[in-house]
C-alpha cells in the first residue's frame, strides 16, 4: 500500500540522518553531549487573525472568524530540522433576515468544520413573521504541516512528512494571511472550490543552482496523490484530502523556478503533477489526472512612480480521462445524448478545467509616515470548470482593497469582492510574530 510505502522511505530517512550526524559528531562522548545541547535551537512564530466576512449588498448577515496559527521550528543540529504549523479557528455566522445572500456567508463558516476535529452547531431564533435570527458557530483544530528536513549540502534538502505542495506559486508563497494581501484564497485555492494540492504527505526533495548573474531552484516530489470522487453531484473532482491514499499509485511532482535577476525580484516558475486518482479495485482505477502550471512574481521599488510595486501571476491548467460517472438522468439533461447511457444511468464530459489570477499591489515610498504604511491591491481570479459536469458553473471574481501596515508584521486589512453571485466586503485584523 502507498501509505506504507512513504513511511518506509520516512523512517530510512530519518535513520540516514541520525546516523549522519553521528558521524560528524567527535568521539568523546562528553563532548558530542555538550555539542549537542549548545546546538539545539527551538522557534516559536506564526500569527493570529481576526475577520469579518458581511454581505456585500444589504449588510443583513456577517460571518467573523478567528484564527491562531504558531509555527514550531525545532533544530536539533545545524543539519536536521522539524517543522510543524496547528491552526486553531473559531468562527460564528449570524443571519439576521431570511434574504438568499447569507447562505453565500454561511460558506465562510462552513469551510472551517471541514476537517477532522470540527464541532458545528446551528440556532435558529424567529424574529418575526417573515424574518428569523440564524446562528452558526464552528471551532476547528488542524495540523496544517509536519515535516522533517536534512540539509545535505547548502543548496540541497530533502523533506518527508506533511509539507506545503511546492506545485505552483500560491500554496507555499502566499497561504499565509501576511504574505497573501488579500482577505481569501483565489478560486481553486484553500478552500474556494479547491482544484490544486495545498498539502502533500511524502519526500521532497529541494534545491538551487547559482549562475553568474541568475539561478534557478527546483523541487522535486512523490506523495499520495488526490483521490477521484467517482459518484454523487460532485462526481469527477478531485478530493485533496486523501492522507492515506486510495490506491497503489504515487503522485509525482515537479517545479523549476528561474530568477533571471541577482536581486531575486523576478521569478518565473513552471510546475507539473501527474498521478492515478481512482481507487483500487473501481471501475475507475485507471483514471489519470494531469496538472500544469506556470507563474511569474515581480516585487520591485520603481523611482518614476515612488512606490514599489507586487505583480503575482499564476495559470493553472488540469485534465483527468474522460470516462462515464453515475448521475440521476434528470440531472442530466442537458449533456449532449451521445454522453449520456440511460441504460446504467452514467454520463461524461470533457472533464478539463483552468484557473488563474493576476494580483497587483502598490506601497509608495513617501516620507509621510502615515501615507507610507498603506498599500493598495486588486486582484481578478477565474476558475473555468468542465462545461457539462454537474458541478461544472464558472466563476470569475474581482477585489479590491488597500492594507495598512501597523508594522513590519502586523496589518489592517479591507477589501471589497465582486462576483456575480457573491459580493463581500471583507475587514481583517493580522499579527505575526
Known amino acids: 500500500m502507498k ?26 562522548t562528553a563532548h558530542h553531549t555538550q555539542h549537542s545541547v549548545n546546538n539545539q535551537k527551538f522557534l516559536l512564530s506564526g500569527l493570529a487573525h481576526v475577520r469579518i466576512f458581511t454581505d456585500g449588498i444589504k449588510f443583513n448577515s456577517a460571518v467573523m472568524e478567528t484564527e491562531f496559527k504558531p509555527v514550531f521550528l525545532w533544530r536539533p543540529s ?7 504549523q496547528l491552526n486553531f479557528t473559531a468562527g460564528v455566522g449570524r443571519k439576521i433576515s431570511n434574504t438568499s445572500t447569507f447562505n453565500t456567508a454561511k460558506s465562510h463558516s462552513h469551510r472551517i468544520a471541514r476537517s477532522f476535529s470540527a464541532l458545528l452547531r446551528n440556532e435558529s ?9 440564524t446562528n452558526q458557530i464552528a471551532a476547528d483544530i488542524l495540523l496544517k504541516y509536519s515535516s522533517l528536513t536534512y540539509i545535505c549540502t547548502p543548496n540541497l534538502s530533502v523533506t518527508a512528512g506533511l509539507f ?11 497561504y499565509s494571511e501576511l504574505t497573501n494581501k488579500f482577505l481569501s484564497a483565489p478560486y481553486g485555492f484553500g478552500y474556494n472550490f479547491q482544484s490544486t494540492p495545498e498539502t502533500e504527505l511524502g519526500i521532497q526533495v529541494r534545491g538551487n543552482l547559482k549562475l553568474k548573474s541568475s539561478g534557478i531552484k527546483y523541487a522535486l516530489g512523490i506523495s499520495n496523490g488526490p483521490a477521484l470522487i467517482e459518484s454523487g453531484t460532485n462526481a469527477g473532482q478531485l478530493d485533496y484530502e486523501n492522507l492515506a491514499d486510495n490506491n497503489s499509485n504515487k503522485a509525482i511532482s ?10 531575486r525580484t523576478f521569478e518565473i516558475g513552471l510546475s507539473s503533477r501527474s498521478a492515478k486518482v481512482g481507487e483500487s479495485g473501481s471501475a475507475l482505477e485507471g483514471v489519470d489526472s494531469r496538472l500544469l502550471s506556470a507563474d511569474i512574481s515581480v516585487s520591485k521599488n520603481f523611482n518614476s512612480i515612488k512606490g514599489m510595486v507586487e505583480l503575482k501571476i499564476q495559470y493553472t491548467y488540469i485534465s483527468l480521462d474522460n470516462v462515464y460517472y453515475n448521475a440521476n438522468p434528470l ?26 489570477f493576476i494580483s497587483l499591489g502598490f506601497r509608495p515610498t513617501t516620507d509621510n509616515k502615515f501615507f ?17 459536469a454537474l458541478w461544472g458553473k464558472d466563476k470569475t471574481r474581482f477585489t479590491g482593497g488597500f492594507l495598512y501596515w501597523l508594522s513590519e508584521n502586523s ?16 475587514v481583517q485584523w493580522v499579527m505575526g510574530f
Not at 545545524?78 to 510543524?84: A, C, G, M, V
Not at 431564533?125 to 435570527?133: A, G, L, Q, R
Not at 504604511?373 to 481570479?381: C, G, I, L, S
Open 372 to 388: 507610507k504604511n498603506f498599500e493598495y491591491v486588486f486582484r481578478y481570479d477565474v476558475l473555468n470548470l468542465p462545461v457539462f
Open 3 to 28: 501509505h506504507v510505502f512513504i513511511t518506509v522511505i520516512f523512517f530510512c530517512i530519518i535513520n540516514f540522518c541520525l546516523a549522519s550526524e553521528k558521524r560528524l559528531s567527535a568521539p568523546d
Open 331 to 356: 440531472l442530466t439533461l442537458n449533456v449532449p445524448a451521445k454522453d449520456v447511457n440511460l441504460k446504467d444511468s452514467t454520463y461524461r464530459f470533457d472533464n478539463k478545467s483552468e484557473l488563474y
Open 125 to 133: 431564533t424567529p424574529v418575526s413573521e417573515n424574518t428569523t435570527t
Open 254 to 263: 515537479a517545479r523549476i523556478g528561474f530568477l533571471p535577476w541577482n536581486n
Open 411 to 426: 496589518c489592517l486589512k479591507l477589501s471589497y469582492e465582486y462576483e456575480t453571485e457573491e459580493k463581500f466586503l471583507v
Open 78 to 84: 545545524p543539519k536536521f530540522s522539524f517543522e510543524s
Open 164 to 174: 506545503l505542495s511546492s506545485f505552483g506559486m500560491y500554496s507555499e508563497q502566499l
